[in-house]
């Protein structure tokens, strides 16, 4: 216990006085006798010094005592430790590896439990926000334990990697904006991520609650189907990936169109990828490689995409159109290169350095398109430097044959994603411009030679396949396709975060105790007037 006005405390010297007085005065007490004349001729006698005495203790010096100490001390004003309240900031992992099943019942299960249990130790002075680490970081709520726990409990894990550095950076700013708060970050994660960039100290300390398990996991990584330069057949190129410590035998089924078309045996080694090749019939349309077996992640267990087989489909190509382009166009076994001017509209146009004011009917592949055009403009320069490799855009690509493209625009419209792009600006996007599906590739690749890469074929069969619906994403009811990346769930080391909370008056609080002290002496003093008036 402290005092703020400790030279208040000289005022302990009432009590001695008081003492004091009663030692030299004493104290009389009032009795009743029937009369005092038959004092009057008692001989007086002959005494020498009087002696003082002590006095004695009575309640009413030990009160009258009690009530001026405790009157000193409150004067005094005397101080104790206090606890401050508290600002917890909860961060979920919402990632796709949260789903694993090695911790029961889930992961993410496992962190929420750990949550409840947090709020169920704070009071209803104490502030919580919670914080979602999925595709993005996004601050569900600031409330009271009460009022977060049903936020909680509708929190559900998404399809993608977690925005971790993302997540922490928010849920540090909003324990910073609460100063007098005591702030902690707790983060729930099973640690299936690679490090993070550095995001400087935190706004308050870090604990991490480890709900992760092992790696027990196989998973699909891609299935691409390509039609026999023939013509009349089709294959399907699928990739499956062990990503346990130990070999395992993976059984795969492989479905089109419904039917069961193939069944095998997978002997893949630990963190190893067995590549297939599964021949199709040329009519096969919708194909489904599903695995048999029972691991930690159902999610990466199924993947679907549409067969290009069918008939041909007819292709507008218009503008600057090398004959490195044509021919791209021309090896595609399901798509026919027409004379522009047939009657009925094509099912997809290519434009080659052009972006007609008025724009043709149905899907857009547009290449090198021109620099100046409106519908090109954009915003946040450097703002398309992002790779999204399960894209099908990308499919099957090597990334390294596009190092050395230019683009030709910095910013990306507004009606755009960006799909692969640099700082200079977005190599490849894709969008709806005008009510139009449209793949745009913002670079010549006749400069740079791609075009007589063996990636530029790959890359025009991505992009007219994604434009004519040959390949696509399994649909998810949060619009989330799943990245291949969360196959690999073994936790990684967590890195340490440090934190530079300053010592603000939230980690040194007091609470005045003087009221009390106060409060006590009125008692005292009332106790007092009722032993004086019982006494008489």
Not at 10 to 20: C, D, G
């Amino acid at each position: 216990m402290n005092f703020l006005a400790p030279m208040a405390l000289a005022a302990l010297v009432v009590p001695v006085v008081i003492y004091v007085i009663h030692w030299l005065f004493g104290s009389r007490r009032r009795v009743r006798v029937p009369a005092l004349f038959l004092w009057a001729d008692l001989p007086q006698a002959r005494t020498g010094r009087s002696r003082r005495r002590i006095p004695p203790f009575s309640w009413l010096l030990l009160l009258q005592l009690l009530a001026a100490a405790l009157a000193a001390v409150a004067l005094a004003r005397p101080v104790g430790p206090h606890e401050p309240p508290r600002h917890l900031a909860l961060v979920f992992d919402a990632s796709a590896s949260m789903q694993a099943t090695d911790v029961s019942p889930t992961r993410f299960e496992a962190a929420r439990a750990r949550a409840l249990d947090r709020l169920n130790a704070l009071t209803s002075l104490d502030l919580v926000s919670l914080v979602r680490a999925g595709r993005e970081a996004t601050l569900i709520t600031t409330s009271t334990a009460d009022g977060v726990r049903s936020a909680i409990l509708a929190l559900q894990p998404g399809r993608t990697a977690p925005a971790i550095r993302e997540a922490l950076a928010l849920a540090s700013t909003e324990v910073a904006a609460t100063p007098e708060r005591r702030g902690q970050i707790l983060l729930l994660t099973d640690g299936a991520w690679p490090p993070p960039e550095s995001i400087g100290p935190l706004a308050a300390p870090l604990e991490v609650g480890a709900v992760g398990g092992g790696s027990e996991n196989q998973a699909i990584s891609s299935v691409v189907v390509r039609m026999d330069p023939t013509g009349r057949g089709q294959t399907a190129f699928v990739e499956v990936a062990n990503q346990a410590e130990h070999a395992a035998r993976v059984p795969m089924r492989v479905l089109a169109d419904g039917a069961p078309l193939d069944e095998r045996q997978l002997d893949i080694a630990a963190r190893t990828r067995a590549p297939v090749s599964i021949p199709l019939p040329v009519d096969a349309h919708h194909v489904s490689v599903r695995l048999l077996g029972h691991d930690a992640l159902a999610l990466d267990d199924v993947q679907d995409t549409i067969a290009p087989g069918g008939p041909p489909r007819e292709v507008d190509l218009l503008g600057r159109a090398s004959d490195g382009l044509r021919r791209a166009v021309e090896s595609i076994p399901s798509l026919h290169v027409r004379v522009a001017d047939a009657a009925l509209p094509p099912d997809l146009t290519v434009l080659a350095g052009v972006l007609p004011p008025q724009l043709p009917s149905g899907p857009l592949l547009v290449i090198d398109p021109p620099a100046n055009s409106g519908r090109l403009l954009g915003v946040g320069l450097g703002s398309g430097a992002r790779v999204q490799v399960s894209h099908p855009l990308l499919q099957g690509l090597d990334l390294a044959a596009l190092q050395d493209e230019n683009p030709s625009v910095a910013g990306v419209p507004g009606w755009a994603h960006v799909v692969l792009g640099t700082l200079q600006g977005p190599l490849i996007m894709e969008g709806r411009l005008e009510g139009h599906r449209v793949v745009v590739m913002t670079f010549n690749p006749g400069v740079s030679g791609l075009e007589k890469s063996l990636a530029f074929p790959l890359l025009i069969s991505n992009a007219t396949s994604f434009l004519l619906n040959r390949s696509v994403v399994v649909p998810t009811e949060s619009g989330e396709a799943f990245d291949p990346a969360e196959s690999d769930i073994a936790p990684r080391p967590i890195p340490t975060f440090p934190s530079a909370a300053p010592v603000t008056e939230a980690s040194n609080g007091a609470s005045d105790l003087w009221p009390w002290f106060l409060t006590a002496c009125l008692v005292v003093l009332g106790a007092e007037w009722l032993v004086f008036a019982r006494r008489g």
